[in-house]
């Protein structure tokens, strides 16, 4: 049986210069009370963070958050997945992964951390606007996004598809290549290269701007 002191003061360890100092107690408390190993990862480009149940070899739930997020991000992330943690304990049935059980779960974790853990005013704003309807990720919710990267390390130097001129080339966090065609409010209208399929994307998603080497004989 693993020694609760113990596990606290680990926590306490990874924790403390990870997320805003006023919820690491907050935090610690939400994860004594569960079998669960934390696990902070290099970054990665498709997500930020996961939750894992029990399985073959993995007696303990796990969960899982980029070690590049800054304070309020990686807070977000994490209670995200502790929000996924409360509903496997307490559901012993299939829901959806992001169904009214997850929302409801999520939007009583982050209650506390609106009104309690003195977060910035936009920061604590845009949490309280999600909180009705929490989404499944904080990338997918423009208003939060915008927040939690103005305390990014690099802010200054973040490009997202709002920046980019109609004509130019980029890449999103996903890996997925576009060239942006029209502007549409909030929106952009992009094309995939290689596939040459449409999409929507959202002004306020990350780009790397590309530049790309026509192959000879090709057009267009």
Known sequence: MVDEAW??????????ERIPEASVGYVIELLVCHPVDLVISPPRRTRLGYYRSPGRGR??????VNEDLNPYAFLITLLHEIAHLQVARTIRRRVAPHGLEWKASFGQLLKPVVREHNLPDDVAAAIAGMMQNPRAS??????????????????????????????????????????????????????EVGTRRRFRVRGSCRAEPVCLTKQAGRSG
């Open 138 to 191: 904080s990338c997918a919710d423009p208003t939060l996004l915008t927040a939690l990267s103005r305390y990014d390390d690099n802010a200054d130097a973040v490009v997202r598809v709002d920046d980019l001129p109609e004509g130019s080339t980029f890449r999103l966090a996903s890996g997925r290549v576009f060239r942006h065609k029209q502007r549409l409010r909030t929106w952009h209208l992009c094309e």
């Open 59 to 64: 007696p303990w739930h796990q969960i899982s």
């Open 7 to 16: 596990r606290r003061r680990e926590l306490t360890r990874m924790l403390a």
